[in-house]
């Protein structure tokens, strides 16, 4: 592809949509951005908009979406990814992942152009195979507060390989793990935004039952590469993209109270339900494939995402 064919991201004004917009362009490329902004913000992308190569159109993709100017790649962001936001409205959340999976596959199949679905770690549910692998089948509770998310991102993986089978659509999977960085919206809810913020005001650090269990956080700057590499490369995925330094929660709270010198204290407050236990992605397939491997440790990346909030509390 040539830098300076159109790329589509539905979710572009979101927390991980932003910043590949914005690197989308340092490539080259005309980038059109589809939001909602039902947890995405203009603010995110307002240095962009003076960019003649971007382009911000408004829209939810659990409606069609009819745009033939040749686009060649899309990547499909679009759905809220915090517990918080996608339990808010439930059925929004699922409606996202199957309606509007199928819109953005048939404005793939419209444009001729590939598409690449942003999957999650959650389709694993609580893992019975530590690390994860992409062979693993998944834990998932389909019942559950959490099934509109995970078992929605589940079918939307389906729609991509049976619109790859049925109609040939160019298709590329990432199955994303927890990622972290500025421009995590202040009501986001996930565990990074609200330690920082509640080490920042002094207020209680709230960790989530025994904060034994553990996640894997990945820099933003990182993922971003990593779904790029994937986009341009010949493989179709499903493909972990994740950084595999696990960490249980009541450590993170201590590294972010220490790096934050916040007086905080940590509280602990009741497990939310289908919590998974544990998770780590096995990256090897990702090295192999897109010789991609994060960069980011966790302390430089908790730095910047320190100094991101601090000002945001300054111009509140
Ligand atoms: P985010 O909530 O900041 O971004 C999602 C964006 O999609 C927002 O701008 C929101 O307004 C927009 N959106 C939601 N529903 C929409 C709809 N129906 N139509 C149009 N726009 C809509 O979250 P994020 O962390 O940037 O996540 C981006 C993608 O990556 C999501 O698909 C998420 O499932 C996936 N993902 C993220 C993580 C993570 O840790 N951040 C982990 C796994 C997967
Ligand atoms: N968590 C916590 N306190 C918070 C927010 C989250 O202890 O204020 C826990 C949550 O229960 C989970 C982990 O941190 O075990 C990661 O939660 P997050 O919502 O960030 O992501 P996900 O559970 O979707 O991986």
Partial sequence: ??????????????FIGSHLC????GKGHKVIAVDNLFTGRKENIQHLLANPKFRFVPHDIIDPLYLHEGIEQIYNLACPAAPLHYQFNAIRTIKANTMGVINILGLAKLNKARILQASTSEIYGDPLEHPQKETYKGNVNPIG????YDEGKRVAETLMFDYNRQHCV???????????????????GRVISNFILQALKGEPITVYGDGMQTRSFCYVSDMVEGLYKLMNSDTTGPINLGNPDELAILEIARKITSLTKSQSKIIFMPLPADDPYKRKPDITLAKEKLGWAPKVDLDTGLKQTIDYFREQLVQK
């Fill in 22 to 25: 914005e690197f989308l362009l």
């Fill in 145 to 148: 507060i959490r099934a509109c």
């Fill in 1 to 14: 592809m040539d830098s300076h064919s159109s790329v589509l991201v539905t979710g572009g004004a979101g």
């Fill in 170 to 188: 160019e298709i590329r999977v990432a199955r994303i793990f927890n990622t972290y960085g500025p421009r995590v919206a202040q009501n986001d």
